[in-house]
């Protein structure tokens, strides 16, 4: 049997799901709103904001092209 670990942080007492880490990106998603969802980068062991809007671009074409091709395939 296949298990996956579920990973959970708060952030502004909401909690937050990991849905996926690409390259230096962390997406996750709250859990009680699916519309609610955050990238985050990693900056040594902590996550931070991302620094503007060409960031949030290239972060959103990262996770697209990623499930892009899975569709695709």
């Not at 502004?12 to 980068?41: A, G, P, R, S």
């Amino acid at each position: 049997m296949n298990e996956e670990t579920l990973e959970l942080m708060k952030i502004n007492d909401k909690t937050y799901m990991i849905i996926d880490k690409i390259d230096i990106y962390t997406y996750v998603v709250n859990e009680d709103d699916f519309k609610d969802m955050l990238i985050l980068k990693d900056a040594g062991e902590d996550l931070v904001n991302l620094d503007n809007e060409a960031e949030a671009n290239k972060a959103l074409e990262l996770f697209g092209r990623k499930y892009l091709e899975k569709k695709e395939a």
